[in-house]
């Protein structure tokens, strides 16, 4: 572990910015929405009966500003299912209880080189640790939630992702039916996790309590709001609401750019430069430290399970808007 400089914490030296004018901003967000919309490239996800039903032409792009400007084009106010998107979000409230180093000696944190859902990845590794944003990381991360029962870690991770969103977020009752009929994979896991004693409480309740997370209604709106919480430090710009410690906030995108976008995720920053999260719902979020966040959604997939439209309209938006965290000019 690299041992903090003395006199580095509390620092006000940190890396910001500001969004272009308001103008400026929503004419771009516009742009990005016409020039992909008639892209039908990809395919809905199957992972669970219902996500392959919803309708693959809807696409929305928000982006709420630090300041807490908010800024639409097309479906931004359609319910989808959160997915994996909330792995971030639940790993912030979790540092929050127990510290970041707790979490990383216990969950992992470095990226796996292998399928979000791998078995192999558990296997391989001597210490049975992967990272928060694959799922058994993710799993891991749910099993340490605080309360006694699966209600009680239930309730923290819904309210919690709520002060996120600043609205009380609902279960989808559908798509979590459709998952928990169909999620033996997760269960296993939990299961291979438990035995080497990488889970922290009962598989099975572990596994229901990940399925209704990732089962949330959210729409690109609230996903814009939550991405705009981490990068405002973990202030939510719309309620005023401290989420999360800023400290953290830092831990949980560097993860984020570690293994957002799954096997994609180096490339995704070097194209974008920017952490990120997708899910297989249809949804990608992205924090531009500072200055924003933004989300997109768009059912069809790539082979990597990251929305083929949000990709696009997000790389399109971070270049013209000069979101790039990586991107300098001479002096």
Same mark, same amino acid.
């Given at each position: 572990?690299?041992?903090?400089?003395?006199?580095?914490?509390?620092?006000?030296?940190?890396?910001?910015?500001?969004?272009?004018?308001?103008?400026?901003?929503?004419?771009?967000?516009?742009?990005?929405?016409?020039?992909?919309?008639?892209?039908?490239?990809?395919?809905?996800?199957?992972?669970?009966?219902?996500?392959?039903?919803?309708?693959?032409?809807?696409?929305?792009?928000?982006?709420?500003?630090?300041?807490?400007?908010?800024?639409?084009?097309?479906?931004?106010?359609?319910?989808?299912?959160?997915?994996?998107?909330?792995?971030?979000?639940?790993?912030?409230?979790?540092?929050?209880?127990?510290?970041?180093?707790?979490?990383?000696?216990?969950?992992?944190?470095?990226?796996?080189?292998?399928?979000?859902?791998?078995?192999?990845?558990?296997?391989?590794?001597?210490?049975?640790?992967?990272?928060?944003?694959?799922?058994?990381?993710?799993?891991?991360?749910?099993?340490?939630?605080?309360?006694?029962?699966?209600?009680?870690?239930?309730?923290?991770?819904?309210?919690?992702?709520?002060?996120?969103?600043?609205?009380? &977020? %609902?279960?989808?009752?559908? *798509?979590? $039916? !459709?998952?928990?009929?169909?999620?033996?994979?997760?269960?296993? =896991? #939990?299961?291979?996790?438990?035995?080497?004693?990488?889970?922290?409480?009962?598989?099975?309740?572990?596994?229901?309590?990940?399925?209704?997370?990732?089962?949330?209604?959210?729409?690109?709106?609230?996903?814009?709001?939550?991405?705009?919480?981490?990068?405002?430090?973990?202030?939510?710009? &719309? %309620?005023?609401?401290?989420? *999360?410690? $800023? !400290?953290?906030?830092?831990?949980?995108?560097?993860?984020?750019? =570690? #293994?957002?976008?799954?096997?994609?995720?180096?490339?995704?920053?070097?194209?974008?430069?920017?952490?990120?999260?997708?899910?297989?719902?249809?949804?990608?979020?992205?924090?531009?430290?500072?200055?924003?966040?933004?989300?997109?959604?768009?059912?069809?997939?790539?082979?990597?399970?990251?929305?083929?439209?949000?990709?696009?309209?997000?790389?399109?938006?971070?270049?013209?808007?000069?979101?790039?965290?990586?991107? #300098?000019?001479?002096?």
């Amino acid at each position: 572990m690299v041992e903090p400089i003395e006199g580095e914490v509390g620092s006000t030296f940190i890396s910001t910015g500001h969004l272009p004018s308001s103008g400026m901003v929503q004419a771009l967000v516009d742009q990005a929405r016409e020039r992909f919309k008639d892209n039908d490239e990809g395919q809905n996800a199957s992972h669970y009966p219902a996500l392959a039903l919803v309708p693959r032409d809807l696409f929305g792009i928000c982006l709420t500003g630090s300041d807490g400007q908010v800024f639409t084009a097309g479906d931004v106010d359609v319910d989808f299912t959160i997915m994996s998107i909330a792995k971030p979000f639940t790993l912030a409230l979790i540092y929050q209880v127990l510290g970041a180093e707790i979490v990383r000696q216990k969950v992992g944190l470095n990226a796996t080189g292998l399928p979000f859902n791998s078995v192999q990845a558990i296997e391989l590794h001597p210490d049975r640790k992967t990272n928060p944003m694959v799922n058994p990381g993710a799993l891991a991360t749910v099993s340490l939630v605080p309360g006694r029962t699966a209600e009680d870690k239930w309730s923290f991770i819904r309210e919690g992702l709520s002060r996120f969103a600043g609205r009380e &977020l %609902t279960l989808n009752e559908q *798509i979590y $039916a !459709s998952a928990s009929a169909s999620n033996s994979r997760n269960r296993g =896991i #939990s299961r291979i996790l438990y035995d080497y004693k990488r889970l922290y409480f009962d598989p099975e309740e572990t596994t229901d309590v990940y399925t209704r997370q990732s089962s949330l209604n959210v729409t690109a709106r609230d996903l814009a709001v939550m991405a705009a919480t981490l990068a405002d430090g973990g202030v939510n710009p &719309l %309620t005023g609401e401290r989420v *999360i410690e $800023a !400290s953290h906030c830092r831990h949980v995108l560097a993860v984020m750019v =570690i #293994s957002g976008m799954y096997n994609s995720s180096g490339e995704w920053l070097f194209d974008v430069g920017l952490p990120a999260k997708s899910g297989v719902g249809g949804g990608i979020i992205t924090v531009a430290p500072g200055k924003g966040g933004m989300a997109t959604f768009a059912p069809p997939l790539d082979p990597s399970g990251n929305s083929i439209r949000g990709k696009l309209a997000t790389m399109f938006l971070s270049e013209r808007l000069g979101l790039n965290m990586l991107a #300098s000019a001479s002096a």
